[in-house]
Structures are given as structure tokens and as C-alpha cells.
């Protein structure tokens, strides 16, 4: 259990990022999901304890995350929204080298590395300069790296960005089997990837938590309330627009049918999120 107790981070320049954060993580998958400028990475670094907040407490497992650093990142594995790399070292050359960084002994190490290499596809592009990599090559090494040392605590900043659909499926595949008895905590403004990875997830808006819970909970506001219309509404919450077939069609939550085009749809993390993102800011328009 991952637990953060009013967390609070102003910038030098008076940005504040993250805003009273109080929020209880369970194992398993767990996604956080914002847009642009919510906080996430803020979030993330903080957790993976690579800047420090103003105020607050983080527990996890028992331990005092802020004042035992060190033994968190025993535990920790972790992929930032991006990475540098070594230009001139193989991928094989280059995980032993951060094995090394994390004090693993060179022969559990050689052993870790060859089973992360077969779990994240890389076997045959071990010896291989990971600056040579495709972007999905270069996220499968990420969570490689993130992987050694076995950690117990997962955090993944934008894990399928520029993936194509076939590397995000994979690692999407690779993410369940990794969060069977761990806690892996995804964050992404994507939210098709937390609907279909996520049994529990957080939603982060302008440095500050708006809900958090089961999937079941998050979308309980929005259950009787959704509607898909062929007409544009004139009455309700716009929640977006989509396309049926090539046809406009748009969704709206409001107590009851807005119009008579309109029929009941089951809700969604997607409008739930849309929801309040629309009572913050001009209403999005689904693609
Ligand atoms: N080093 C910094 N100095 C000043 N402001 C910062 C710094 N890093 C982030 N911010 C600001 O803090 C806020 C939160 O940024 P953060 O990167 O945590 O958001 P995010 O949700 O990860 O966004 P994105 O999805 O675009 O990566 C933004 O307003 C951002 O401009």
C-alpha cells in the first residue's frame, strides 16, 4: 500500500503542482490520469523521490519514503517520461551497468538481466546500442532497466507514448503480468490505457486529486446520466463528440434524455474524466 498524506510542491516560480495530495494506493495497477500540466510527473518524481515536496508524508510498505529515501529505491523501479542513454553501449552492456548502480552483484545480475530480456522481447537486440533502438525497442529497454533488482513499487511516467499498436498492446500485456504482486502505478493522459489496464485509478487535475478509487467508483457519478445523441444537445453537459460509422454523434451527461435522438449509454472513465474536465474547461472533443 502506497500512502501519501497532504502533499504540496510550489515551483521557484510560484507554479504550484501539487496541491494537499492525499491519496491510499493498492497493489496491483494503478493508473493516474490527467492532462497536460496536471502534475503527474511532478507527482511521479516525488514518489521516486528524485525532487522533494514542500509538505506532506509518503509511506509505502511500512516505510517513511521522505526520510529513508534510500530504502525505497531498493524497492523501486522506474521509467521517466524520458531517458538518456550512453551512445555507444549495447543494451546488454548498458543494464549491467545500471545493475551495477543499483548494487546488484554481477551474477544475480547476469541472471536478471537474460530474464528481462526474454520478458521485454530484447533478447535478440541485446547486443545491440540502445540509441539504435525504435521507440518501442527504447520502452521495452526502459521497463527492462526499471525491472532489475525485482522492485515492489513501479513507476511508469507516459509508458506508451509514440508507441505503435502493436508495441502498446505488448506492453500492455507485459504491464499485467509485471503488476500481479506489485504495485505498479501508471501514469498517462491516455485514458483507454487505464480503462483497459487499470482496476483502480486517480484522476489529477491542476495539482490536485479529484477522485480516486475502483474503476466502479469513479464512474458510479456519471451511471444513468450518460447519453449518445445524433443531434448536437441543446440542453445537459457536453462530455464530447465521436463518430458512429462517419457520423457525428455526441456524448452528454443530464438527468434525463436531452433530446429525442438520445439514448442511454453506459458510462465510461472516459466521461467521467471528460465531466470534469468540462467544468473546468471548455469541453473536449473526442477523436
Ligand atoms: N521545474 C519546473 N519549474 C517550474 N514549473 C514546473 C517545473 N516542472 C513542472 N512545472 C510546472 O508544474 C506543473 C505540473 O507539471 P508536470 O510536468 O508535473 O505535469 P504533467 O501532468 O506531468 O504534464 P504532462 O502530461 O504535460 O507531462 C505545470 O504547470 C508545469 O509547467
Known sequence: MLTLNNISKTYSDGTLALND??????AGMVGLLGPNGAGKS??????????????????????????SAQSLRQQLGYLPQAFGVYPHMSCVALLHHIAALKNIPRPQAAIQIEELLTLTNLTR?????????????????????????DP????????????DPMERQRLHSMLI???????????????????NLCPHAAILMQGSIVDSGPMAHLIA???????????????????????????????????CAPDKHARPVQATLQDRYFFELAQREKPPCLS
Open 21 to 26: 495530495i492525499s491519496l491510499s494506493l493498492p
Open 42 to 67: 511532478t507527482l511521479m518524481r516525488t514518489l521516486a523521490c528524485l525532487q522533494t515536496p514542500d509538505k506532506g508524508q509518503i509511506t509505502f510498505n511500512g516505510i517513511n519514503v521522505l526520510a
Open 125 to 149: 537486440a541485446a547486443g545491440k546500442r540502445v540509441s539504435t533502438f525504435s521507440g518501442g525497442m527504447r520502452q521495452r529497454f526502459g521497463i527492462a532497466q526499471a525491472l532489475l533488482g
Open 152 to 163: 515492489t513499487l513501479i513507476i511508469m511516467d507516459e509508458p506508451t507514448a509514440g508507441l
Open 177 to 195: 503480468t509485471l503488476s500481479k504482486n506489485k504495485l505498479v502505478l501508471l501514469s498517462t493522459h491516455i485514458v483507454e490505457d487505464i480503462e
Open 221 to 255: 457519478p456519471m451511471a444513468d446520466k450518460t447519453w449518445q445523441t445524433s443531434r448536437r444537445p441543446s440542453t445537459g453537459l457536453l462530455l464530447g463528440e465521436c463518430y458512429h460509422f462517419g457520423s457525428p454523434e455526441w456524448r452528454v451527461y443530464h438527468a
